[in-house]
Nanobody
Framework: QVQLVESGGGLVQAGGSLRLSCAAS????????MGWYRQAPGKQRELVAT???????NYADSVKGRFTISRDNAKNTVYLQINSLKPEDTAVYYC???????????WGQGTQVTVSS
C-alpha cells in the first residue's frame, strides 16, 4: 500500500522560504516519477512540479525560478524548495506518485502553506 507523508508546511511572511518533504513507502521509489501539486481555497488542484525517476524536472510557469523539486532515492523522499514566497502561493501542498503517463495516481494528505503579506 502506497503511503505518502508530507511535512514542512507552515506560516511564513512574503519573501520567505520553506522546504517541503514527502516521505514515500509501499513503492519502489527510485522507479517512480513524483510530483507536487497544490490546492488553494476555492480553486482546483494544480500541478506545481514533477521529477522523473531519472531526475528530469518540470515546473508550472507560475513557480519557475522560485521552486525547486528534488529527490533523494536513498531516503525515499521528494522535496520542494520554495523561495520568494508570495501570498498567492497559499495552498495545501500535496505530493503524488506519478504514473507513466505523467498523471498522479496516489496522494499524500497534504501540508498547509500560508503566506502572509
Amino acid at each position: 500500500q502506497v503511503q505518502l507523508v508530507e511535512s514542512g508546511g507552515g506560516l511564513v511572511q512574503a519573501g520567505g522560504s520553506l522546504r517541503l518533504s514527502c516521505a514515500a513507502s509501499g513503492i519502489t521509489f527510485s522507479r517512480n516519477g513524483m510530483g507536487w501539486y497544490r490546492q488553494a481555497p476555492g480553486k482546483q488542484r494544480e500541478l506545481v512540479a514533477t521529477i522523473s525517476n531519472i531526475g528530469n524536472t518540470n515546473y508550472a510557469d507560475s513557480v519557475k525560478g522560485r521552486f525547486t523539486i528534488s529527490r533523494d532515492n536513498a531516503k525515499n523522499t521528494v522535496y520542494l524548495q520554495i523561495n520568494s514566497l508570495k501570498p498567492e502561493d497559499t495552498a495545501v501542498y500535496y505530493c503524488a506518485v506519478q504514473n507513466p503517463f505523467g498523471t498522479p495516481r496516489s496522494w499524500g494528505q497534504g501540508t498547509q502553506v500560508t503566506v502572509s503579506s
